[in-house]
């Protein structure tokens, strides 16, 4: 299993999970790892580009707690994580809610409409009133990055090590796509170690 992050109440808040991808649905997924199955809830661009069941997925995890209840949410891009954790500082959008509005309209053109000013675009999102479109103007507008940066996927099929070798890049210091597009530019041999697949990406971006 790969989880990380802080503990919360004692309990430890699971920031990214992978393991064998055992049911898959437009909203939900089952991840079995370590012989315990998650129940994630995702969303439908995400159930899109899953693998086929049986085989491993690797999800970014946004972990909700109440009082009565530990939700996990997944992505398999970081983008669509960060852009659901600014969703749900939106008062009135919830978890639930939020993961409906990143179904509902591309990642990249909800950011276009929100820095836009264009609530008629996002109240065509099932769930998305006026009030709810006009609060997610004013309380995002100037909080999110240019579009365009969002909606770049990432290869669904992405294995332990070249895992382990972009999130080693992105420590380091490099961004994102950058090392995603060197990474896929790499050798296609994939079944080589960590460590000389990291010196032909790092070289890739040094050049």
Do not use: C, W
């Not at 995400?46 to 491993?56: Q, Y």
């Amino acid at each position: 299993m790969s989880t990380a992050g802080p503990r919360y109440n004692g309990a430890t808040m699971i920031a990214h999970l992978r393991g064998k991808l055992l049911a898959k649905h437009p909203n939900q997924v089952i991840v079995e790892t370590s012989g315990v199955g998650y129940d994630v809830t995702i969303t439908v661009p995400t159930f899109s580009d899953l693998p086929e069941t049986g085989t491993e997925v690797a999800l970014h995890i946004h972990t909700h707690v109440r009082e009565d209840a530990l939700a996990l949410y997944g992505f398999l891009r970081a983008s669509e994580k960060l852009l659901f954790e600014k969703l749900i500082t939106v008062s009135g959008i919830g978890p639930k809610l939020a993961i409906t509005i990143l179904s509902g309209m591309p990642a990249d053109e909800m950011v276009r409409s929100i820095r836009g000013n264009d609530v008629a675009r996002l109240t065509r999102i099932p769930g998305i009133g006026k009030k709810t479109a006009e609060r997610m103007v004013l309380e995002l507008r100037d909080k999110l990055p240019e579009s365009g940066t969002l909606a770049a996927p990432t290869t669904s099929a992405v294995t332990p090590i070249e895992e382990d070798v972009l999130s080693a890049l992105l420590n380091l210091g490099y961004q994102r796509a950058a090392a995603e597009k060197a990474l896929g530019a790499a050798s296609k041999n994939r079944a080589g170690s960590f460590d000389a697949l990291f010196r032909e990406v790092l070289a890739a971006l040094t050049k």
